[in-house]
């Protein structure tokens, strides 16, 4: 929706105030830029790599050739690629070295937002970290704004600086990175967090303690969708679905726990 490739069904996204949907194609991908999953399907595979990172000022009939030949060579230097792989083709690089390719193309128009889509979940886990380590130096750097999508908490923690929790499509918890990390309130946020694997060998799979009646996305159930695979589902939960709630400055959750615990305190 944000990339303008989708309609909100209900609700509007805005840019400074301003409906992305009122926005035109070139003035949107002008703010607005992708970094897709795969970078092994998102690169044309009959362009050079030059021709890849080039494609969005050409479009944009931004510069001269020669100007643009110049923009593509800082930003293979900038993303670590060397500038005699200019000429080489997506099938001649390395999966890190393709999202890289990924990375400047998606910079090239000097952007506000670039959408991270599990930007290195097709990668191999040492490429990972240089990935991620070259997304926050290239953030600081050009003062960008991620939009990332991921399933990785461990990623989550290392980028980004405020997270929204979904489940079935809808938030159930906002919050900054420390405070949700520190402090989860929701029980799917808690058991995303007790998900998480550590490289420890002596540690055992964490017990995560979720039912296994996993609701239809496309029927979900009444009241709060979590509520057939949560240890603290009531009758409230199946009939009345939780809104998103503040908690505390900057920090939200959906969950009718909220409730109990704001009860218990005012009676203190």
Request: with cysteine; proline share 8%.
């Amino acid at each position: 929706m944000l990339l303008g490739l989708q309609n909100p069904t209900a609700g509007h996204v805005t840019i400074d105030g301003k409906d992305v949907a009122a926005l035109s194609p070139i003035e949107r991908s002008r703010r607005i830029q992708p970094i897709f999953q795969d970078p092994y399907s998102s690169l044309n595979p009959r362009w050079t790599i030059g021709e890849i990172i080039r494609r969005p000022m050409v479009l944009h009939k931004t510069g001269s050739a020669s100007e643009q030949r110049a923009i593509v060579e800082d930003l293979m230097e900038r993303v670590g690629l060397p500038k005699r792989l200019y000429y080489n083709y997506p099938n001649q690089l390395s999966g890190g070295q393709r999202q890289r390719v990924a990375i400047a193309r998606a910079l090239t128009l000097k952007p506000e937002i670039v959408v991270c889509d599990e930007p290195t979940s097709a990668l191999d886990v040492s490429v990972q970290a240089q990935i991620l380590n070259l997304l926050l130096e290239l953030r600081r750097e050009l003062r960008l704004t991620y939009l990332l999508i991921t399933h990785d908490m461990s990623v989550v923690e290392h980028i980004a600086t405020r997270v929204v929790v979904m489940y079935l499509g809808r938030a159930v918890e906002i919050a900054d990175t420390k405070t949700l990390f520190s402090a989860p309130k929701h029980p799917y946020t808690r058991a995303l967090l007790g998900s998480v694997l550590t490289p420890d060998p002596d540690e055992d799979v964490p017990e995560v303690h979720l039912g296994t009646a996993y609701p239809n996305p496309i029927d979900p159930p009444s009241g709060c969708a979590f509520h057939p695979r949560c240890e603290f589902a009531r009758d409230k939960c199946q009939a009345v679905s939780p809104a998103l709630t503040k908690l505390a400055e900057r920090h939200a959750s959906a969950c009718h726990l909220n409730d109990l615990e704001e009860k218990a305190r005012a009676e203190g």
